[in-house]
């Protein structure tokens, strides 16, 4: 069935019919400006994470104001990117199945892809599918570093496997990727700041096999959005992944900020709903549930209120009214999303609103690219 867009430029946002996915530009673009400027005068690069937006006309103003490309997880979100221009995509997962490998080789004829890998038989396989297409494939080795998922232990397992990847033709040992995706939204500083301590402690010890016994250091890739100076000052990282300073989330919002040196990042992502029920007074139902709003990490926020999103069912928002204002019947309202990038991943547009009107429709193109 084609989609209709949800609404068209100049519209009011007062007009636009819920529930919507929205992005405040000015608080974006002021988003996508404060991440490299905290990052002034260090020698690191950038590759922010496409999954947090699945969006082209976002990966490329990103790399317009310096990145060096962007990160997946999924082949399917690498070809979108491809697709809409970006030219520099890592897969920053594992990626097996023959499907899949012989799709990620693929690509590689059409830009520059780099992938990660955790087993030595599946460095046979990226090695294989890389010569089916006549590639060279870069390869990093993802090494666990505290996240206990992906990743090989950061010892002689690693170094096996970045041997591995240096014995076949068509791959080129590319270093090692390195996310410590469990501290992202440890509340407090020094607990983010310790498991980062940890994460390039086991980077250096893989570093050092790997440089005794004769391979290139290569590059080392990670970190995130609640951590990334700490990576960024520990001079053992090359390249940050960040991807939800551009949008924020409720979750994020619950982290302790003070004294990290990271940002305030501003809250631009947030699904336009309306109250479409009023029958008791402490009560208003809105027309957002979990079809709109990801509920992973936790409830939406209901922005610039002191209105209380309690829980939600397929279609409906209950909202505990704490004496809020403008909760009437008809009212529409701004929900901050516990979890942008699941949240992103339930719609087709963002609406792009300056000024409460509609500047612009960009397609969420990678929406549904899990494979």
């Not at 029958?279 to 922005?303: C, E, F, N």
Request: aromatic fraction near 6%; proline fraction near 4%; charge should be neutral.
């Amino acid at each position: 069935m084609p989609r209709i867009p949800p609404a068209w430029p100049g519209m009011a946002l007062a007009d636009l019919d819920t529930p919507s996915l929205i992005l405040d530009l000015d608080a974006f673009e002021r988003n996508l400006q404060r991440l490299p400027e905290s990052l002034a005068g260090r020698q690191i690069m950038l590759r922010p994470h496409a999954k947090s937006h699945k969006c082209p006309q976002i990966a490329l103003r990103q790399i317009a104001l310096g990145a060096v490309g962007v990160c997946c997880q999924k082949v399917s979100e690498a070809e979108a990117m491809v697709e809409g221009g970006v030219q520099d995509v890592l897969v920053a997962n594992e990626v097996v199945g023959a499907a899949k490998l012989r799709r990620l080789a693929a690509l590689a004829r059409q830009a520059k892809i780099a992938v990660c890998a955790d087993d030595a038989g599946n460095v046979v396989q990226l090695d294989a599918a890389a010569r089916e297409f006549g590639v060279t494939l870069d390869v990093l080795v993802e090494i666990n570093v505290g996240a206990n998922r992906c990743g090989a232990e950061p010892g002689e397992p690693a170094l096996k496997i970045a041997q591995a990847i240096a014995t076949c033709k068509n791959l080129r040992y590319a270093g090692l990727q390195a996310y410590q995706g469990g501290a992202q939204h440890l509340r407090k500083v020094e607990e983010r700041r310790t498991a980062i301590d940890a994460a390039v402690a086991a980077v250096e010890r893989a570093l050092a096999l790997i440089e005794k016994a004769g391979l290139p250091r290569g590059k080392v890739t990670g970190a995130g959005t609640g951590t990334y100076l700490f990576e960024a000052a520990s001079r053992v990282y090359d390249e940050l992944q960040v991807g939800s300073y551009i949008f924020m989330d409720a979750d994020y919002a619950r982290n302790d900020w003070t004294e990290s040196g990271i940002p305030r990042f501003e809250h631009s992502l947030f699904v336009w709903t309306t109250v479409m029920s009023r029958t008791r007074a402490d009560i208003a139902i809105v027309d957002a549930g979990l079809k709109a709003s990801s509920v992973d990490s936790g409830m939406p926020r209901v922005a610039d209120s002191v209105a209380e999103f309690l829980k939600a069912s397929d279609e409906h928002g209950v909202i505990k009214v704490n004496g809020a204002a403008g909760l009437a019947l008809g009212d529409k309202i701004k929900l901050i999303p516990g979890h942008c990038d699941p949240t992103v991943n339930l719609y087709d547009y963002y609406v792009c609103v300056r000024g409460g009107k509609v500047e612009a429709l960009w397609p969420i193109t990678a929406r549904g690219a899990v494979w």
